[in-house]
């Protein structure tokens, strides 16, 4: 993307106080949809070794990487007064804790399935689960290569690594949100669920659009650049 394009969608980095109450707004929906997730997992079955697949996840996906993309599209109220710089590092901080998370919970529900003597893989949710961390970690493998994309110049345009890179975590990120709501609506199908399964689900596309919409706007504008 050259510089002028890409400034301009940045230009505004101060936060207008309606987009200040719609970040507070969402970020309040995530902790209810996450909070709501997890408590509801834990009431049902307790803190058993299947309680942090998940727990984590929704830790990983939802509050984390929310926030990490948020921040990179200076979107985020958390660091508004933050140069560029520790904006990219606040995001692979964030990005690494949300990996670790994820690789924990996937080795917890890997054993408990094993314990249980079930064979792995049979459900939609899960062949999503596996397709989606498998992005994730690619897409993690990426943000290192878009870190030191300036130093990378001779070999790859880094509007071409900045635009593969805001690609796969867009497509990360809307996988997740489709195997989080696989994932309970298999598993709650309880009188109560018939109305609380789609109020998450809007709740849920509500915050991937918010969270979403300004990385996709940048992503188009790159990709046009590339292409022009
Ligand atoms: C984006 C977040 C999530 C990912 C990437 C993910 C991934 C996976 C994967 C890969 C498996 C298969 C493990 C195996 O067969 O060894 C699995 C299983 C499972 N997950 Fe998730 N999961 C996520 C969120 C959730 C949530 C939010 C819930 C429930 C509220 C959930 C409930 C389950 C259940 C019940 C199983 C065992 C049954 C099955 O294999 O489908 N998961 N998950």
Redesign the pocket.
Known sequence: MSIESESGIRAKKEMTSTAKYLNMAILIIILGVSAY?IG??VNDIGVVL?TY??TF??L??LILMSNAILIMADSSILTTNMSHQNRITAHWIIQLCALIL?VI??IC??T???NLG?????????????I??SL?MLSAIGGVFTKYAMQLRNTVKPVVLKCFHSFAGILVYI???I??I???S???NEDKDAYIKPILIVLIVIIAFFILIKSFVLFISRFKDIIA
């Open positions: 997730i509801r997992i299947f697949h998940p996840m929704v990983g996906y994820f919970a996937q529900i890997f408990h399935k094993n079930k064979s792995h893989f049979q459900t939609t949710h899960s062949i999503f689960g596996l989606t961390v994730t996988l997740a949100v195997t989080m696989l994932g309970f298999q598993m709650w």
